[in-house]
């Protein structure tokens, strides 16, 4: 459920969004993926609360969803949880970063 890689394809949401310059995500991106994909509109996620990682409409790639040990995946929410890779960041890095630091940030909180 922890991965990381290109974008190669836009869904018609983004690709719409992506004429009009309002979406930042673009095709050859390098990206990772969480573990928990927030819907950004329920309770836990909107204010006061801000707790996307118990989002009450969380998509989870390889549990809830196909997962992504696959050559390609599709990402529900892409523009709200996919996270841009820094340069000198690798993928595996990135990957192992979702599901870790989401676990340690929230036993910390």
Known sequence: HEASGVIVRLGSDLAAK?????SSL???????IPFILSCGTCRECLPPRNR?????RQHQPGFTR???FAEYCAVSRAERNLREIPEGVSF????????????AFRAVL
């Open 18 to 22: 992506q004429s009009s310059s309002s």
């Open 26 to 32: 673009r095709v050859g991106d390098r990206v990772a």
């Open 52 to 56: 996307p990682t118990i989002c009450e």
């Open 66 to 68: 196909w997962g992504t």
């Open 92 to 103: 595996v890095e990135a990957a192992a970063l979702g599901c870790r630091f989401g676990t």
